[in-house]
Each structure stands twice: as C-alpha cells, then as structure tokens.
C-alpha cells in the first residue's frame, strides 16, 4: 500500500531561497510527494516544484528580487505595499511573462496542493486549493504572501487576506489531516533558534483599528510557530516528519537583498536534501 507523503514549506520572506533549494534537490533525484502546502513564500516555491521548473524560484530570489518593481520603499509610497504583489505574480509569472509559471503542468500534477491564507476581518485560516488557482491568476499567492505592515491585505471576491503564518504559520497538523503519514517540513531558520517577536507588535498596532483579530494573530504569530515547531519535533520522533532546516540564515533575512547571501543560502538548501532522499 503506497503511503501518503505530505510536504510544508512554511515560506520566511526572502530565506525562501532555502527551500527552492531544497525543491530543486527533490526534482534533481525525483522525489515526489503526495500533498503540498505552503505559507507565504513557500506557496510560490510549490507552485514552481509541481509545475517540475527547476530553478525557476532561484531567479525569481535572487535575480528578481534584486529589482525596485518587485520590493521597494517606492512601491510602498505608490501602493501602499512594499512588495508588489502584482509585479512578482502578474507581471513576471504570467504566461506572456519574464519567467511564467508552467500553469499546464501544474494541473496535470497529481499532489494535492494547498496554499495557507489568513482572512484578514475574523483572523480565520483560509486553505485555498488548485480550484483557487487559474492560468494568470494566481492570486491565492499574492493572499498568502501579504505581510501586515509591509503589504496592504490583498483582496480575492471582496474578501481581503493577509499572510499565511498568521493564519497556520507551521500547517503539518493539515497535513495529516490530509491523509498524510509521514511529512517532510521545511524550516526556513534555524530549528535551534525560536522565533522572537520582533518587530510584530509594531506591525500589529498598524492594524489593530482596521483588523484588530489579524492583530492579535500577528502579536501571537512567534508562539504559535514555536508551539508548532515543537510538536513538529515530537512528530519526528515518531517517524512521521522529518524537519530540514539551515545550520545557519547566511545573513539573509525576511527582506534583505544580497545576491551572495542568498545563492549561499540556497546552496545549503539543495544539500540539505538529501535528507530527504535518505529518509524516504
């Protein structure tokens, strides 16, 4: 009997790179897994992986990125949103695009696929699935990358929603409910090092008149990954999940811009791995 594989990419802004480099790990030796779910970042790195277009996240981290239409103080005293959603998922993914998402293959990928959302009014968790999803509208993506503070609530049929860790910031636990029995999860820092809240009180007070339940999320967002993170690691005790995650950040942040940086980081990630080859 074949066994459910499940993998969460819980995404980290910019320290995606590492995951892309685990993802293209996996097609490189053809690993495949049964379903997909990602956060924020880790969303766009899955769609890339199911669609089997390797090294397509890596441009998009390190050459794209780079650029002031995709990040910038400029996009957000134009629109409001540091990082233009609608560049990065529009512009450069469409099919008439700079590098577009191959949305055929996409489809014809048999893995069940997720992307986490938060709503942004009743602070509620939103899984968007493939049915959410259309050539040129890749919009759930957008939802799940918009980061309060730095990005505007990015709206899908009226409904505005902010960024997946808000919402299920480690969703292994959807994951299983999906039928998996074993889960690879890709942490995008160091697993020996807790999430500090950081700046997120401040990005929440931002919020608190207009989304007041997305602000009480974002205050509590460095718990309940932690929470999670921990049960995770029991998880992996059991056999069920095996965490991969960096020794180390190289220096790369949520938004910072080193080229460098970032290739180094993403090199740890395709020898990262083959962890999993071994573990599967």
């Known amino acids: 009997m074949h066994m459910k594989v499940g993998l969460v990419d ?6 995606g790179v590492y995951a892309a480099g685990v993802l293209d790990y996996c097609m490189d030796h053809e690993i495949k897994f049964d379903c997909c779910i990602g956060v924020s ?7 890339s992986y199911l669609a089997g277009q390797r090294g397509r996240n890596y441009q998009y981290y390190c050459k794209y990125a780079l650029r002031k239409e995709y990040m910038g103080i400029g996009n957000f005293l134009k629109k409001g ?35 986490v959302a938060e709503q942004a009014v009743t602070g509620k968790v939103k899984y968007f699935s493939r049915e959410d999803i259309r050539q040129d509208h890749y919009q759930i993506l957008m939802a799940s990358s918009s980061i309060p503070g730095v990005n505007r609530p990015f ?6 929603y902010f960024d997946g860790a808000l919402g299920d910031p480690v969703p292994i ?94 090199q740890k990630g395709y020898q990262d791995g083959a962890a999993i080859l071994e573990w599967l």
Not at 155 to 160: F, K
């Open 155 to 160: 709206e899908i049929n009226g409904v505005p």
């Open 41 to 47: 970042a880790g969303s766009a790195n899955i769609t």
């Open 10 to 15: 819980v995404g980290g802004g910019l320290r």
């Open 81 to 115: 949103s540091y990082i233009d959603m609608e560049y990065v998922y529009g512009t450069l993914s469409n099919s008439d695009g700079e590098y577009p998402l191959d949305y055929p293959a996409l489809c014809q990928n048999p893995a069940d696929f997720f992307v």
């Open 173 to 266: 636990e959807k994951a299983f409910l999906e039928g998996c029995q074993r889960v690879v999860l890709i942490l995008t820092k160091p697993i020996s090092v807790p999430r500090e809240p950081g700046r997120d009180p401040v990005l929440a007070k931002m919020i608190q008149h207009k989304y007041p339940k997305s602000a009480e999320n974002m205050r509590n967002r460095a718990k309940r990954y932690n929470e999670a993170v921990e049960l995770a690691k029991e998880y992996e005790k059991q056999g069920k999940v095996l965490i991969v995650s960096p020794d180390d950040t190289a220096g790369v942040t949520t938004l910072s811009r080193n080229a460098e940086s970032l290739d180094r980081l993403y």
